[in-house]
């Protein structure tokens, strides 16, 4: 294998990005490990202030990768049927049966808004479709559109109305993003340039059908060397060893962050893994799986850096 990608794939990364960045302004780092998210096959949770582009960024990527989309808006009257649909009894001159009538998570992209206003037997309708990609409603197990992704937004937890998403749900993420300001200059961008709705609404797909799987099987065979693979293995081990934190990252949280490395690297147009690429995801991978002792906060900037810098390169 050549050293990096072939043109073509790389291309296409590129222009996804570029336009991407045409909408949400000045954030050119966290779509990279959006989209990193998405060809690792898992799911986003973007936590932030309203008003700041989560969802406009859940809208911007559906629509590059010319997937079927559909928006949730999670509130605390929010029943697991009106995630995973319902059964409904029909009568007509055949007979009398039950009619399944699908939810809105039989989508590819799902956009869960809000999801921390909902009550938690809500949010644990969301559980077997995001790690099993399948729903079961009546005893029947139905699949789920491949590819299918669930981009969460979150608003900050000491707002009024939310619920702490248990770990277990936080763990069906495969990275946590934050948003932020835009910088001065890309904020003045964006009040001159007028509605982002407008902007999202004329992007078009730049991937034909089929083509976004063939891209996610690409990044997931980009090559991992042992050295780097033992790098993944020291940082999973330097969690569980750290007294700050309750408990350190799991085995399946390594497999996650090796994953998203590998989709790193595939977007800078590489085919092999450089510790780089670890330590780039490192932070979005651990920082909701992570948490402070006698505390609900997770992983800060400077928690990351701190086990990053205490752990050899390779």
Do not use: W
Not at 26 to 36: Q, S, T
Not at 83 to 105: H, K, Q, W
Not at 214 to 228: K, R, S, T, Y
Not at 269 to 284: N, T, Y
């Amino acid at each position: 294998m050549d050293s990096a990608l072939p043109a073509a794939r790389h291309h296409a990364i590129v222009r996804i990005l570029a336009a991407a960045d045409e909408v949400i302004l000045g954030k050119p780092d966290a779509l990279r490990l959006a989209l990193a998210c998405l060809l690792a096959r898992g799911h986003l949770l973007i936590e932030d202030l309203p008003g700041v582009g989560k969802t406009t960024l859940a809208h911007a990527l559906a629509r590059l990768l010319g997937l079927h989309f559909s928006r949730l808006q999670f509130t605390s009257d929010l029943l697991p049927a009106d995630i995973l649909g319902v059964s409904l009894y029909e009568r007509d001159a055949e007979g009398a049966r039950f009619r399944f009538v699908p939810g809105p998570v039989f989508a590819q992209v799902v956009l869960a808004d809000e999801i921390n206003r909902a009550s938690p037997k809500t949010q644990s309708a969301l559980l077997e479709a995001m790690e099993e990609g399948q729903v079961t409603v009546d005893g029947e197990t139905r699949r789920l559109p491949e590819p299918f992704f669930v981009i969460a937004t979150q608003n900050p937890s000491h707002q009024v109305g939310t619920f702490p998403l248990p770990e277990s749900q936080l763990d069906r993420f495969l990275m946590r993003l934050s948003l932020g300001y835009p910088d001065p200059a890309a904020e003045k961008a964006l009040l001159a340039g007028g509605s982002r709705r407008d902007r999202v609404d004329a992007l078009e797909s730049l991937l034909a059908p089929g083509e976004l799987a063939a891209l996610q099987q690409a990044a997931g065979q980009v090559h991992a060397a042992a050295p780097v693979v033992d790098y993944v293995y020291a940082l999973t081990a330097a969690t569980r060893q750290d007294q700050r934190f309750r408990h350190g990252l799991s085995p399946r949280a390594a497999l996650g962050l090796l994953a998203a490395a590998r989709a790193h690297a595939f977007i800078d147009g590489r085919d092999h893994v450089l510790p780089e690429d670890v330590q780039a995801v490192f932070p979005a991978v651990a920082g909701h799986r992570l948490h402070h002792r006698g505390s609900e906060s997770g992983l800060s900037a400077t928690d990351a850096r701190s086990l990053i810098e205490a752990v050899p390169l390779p």
